[in-house]
């Protein structure tokens, strides 16, 4: 009994001092804001459809590829060499720079989150079908224990057979999050799930958001999450990193090595 307490207590613990440890805000947004970020506390997540113009998604496809070509060095990708990233993207033109300086996406994830934040860098991601794909990111997982916020931009129209984003509802509630590390044997730091663990997870259904080119979701990745598996074709997406102000060069430097 008392080991398998240990893992929700692990999450508990690490809430409780993430709330003392990190800043918080002060920033007051508009009402309109305020309701999507009600909306993201209800749900976990909010979309915004024709955020980005289908011009502008195609040539930043076009920049994705073309990088992909030309500076391999610059890619990050999996031994499948389905997922492939750009760290730092921001850097590669205006369009990506706009997106990544964001105040509005920024002021909602802040308010959301009720911690002061920082972003941290855009992720431009290329993922193609191959054989026995875990789409992006690798599989199951989520970012944090605790309200991690992030933006994803889809370049092109993205359904359940190119890898769309999908998440395990109410996942992301601390009693979820209990009933979750009571059940698995899991927490705080773990944070991948295999596919035999959620399904296990019988209560929490697995929502799929299929959108078309410039939508953009706002989410808590504290959610169990995944780029569902490609069945064929890609998806190319830009995602939005932020992070509390106060480990904000820890996790830089996490995702430098």
Known sequence: ?????????????????KFKF?????????????????KMRK???????????LETCKKIISLIDETIVKFPEKIKE?????????????????????YFNNNFIQNIGEY?????????????????????NLGSGGGWHKDAYYSQFKSILYLNNTSIENGSFQFLEKSNKLVSSMIISLKLNKGYPNTRFTNEEIKLLKDYKIKNIAAPAGTLILV????????????????????NYYF??????????????
């Open 22 to 38: 990190e800043e918080k805000t002060d920033l007051n947004i508009s009402n309109k804001e305020k309701e999507i970020v009600k």
């Open 220 to 239: 808590d990745s504290s959610l169990i999450h995944r780029g569902s598996p490609l069945l064929k074709g890609n998806r190319y997406a830009l995602t």
């Open 43 to 53: 749900d976990g997540f909010y979309i915004i459809e024709n955020f980005m113009d």
């Open 112 to 132: 959301y989150s009720g911690m002061k934040i920082k972003i941290g860098f855009t992720m431009a991601n290329k993922v193609e079908f191959v054989e026995k």
């Open 244 to 257: 509390p102000i106060n480990s904000f060069e820890n996790q830089m430097i996490r995702f430098n090595n």
């Open 78 to 98: 999996d031994d499948l060499k389905s997922d492939q990233r750009i760290w730092r993207s921001e850097n590669l033109s205006p369009e990506i720079n706009n």
């Open 1 to 17: 009994m008392i080991s398998k307490i240990k893992y929700p207590l692990s999450i508990i613990k690490y809430k409780i001092w």
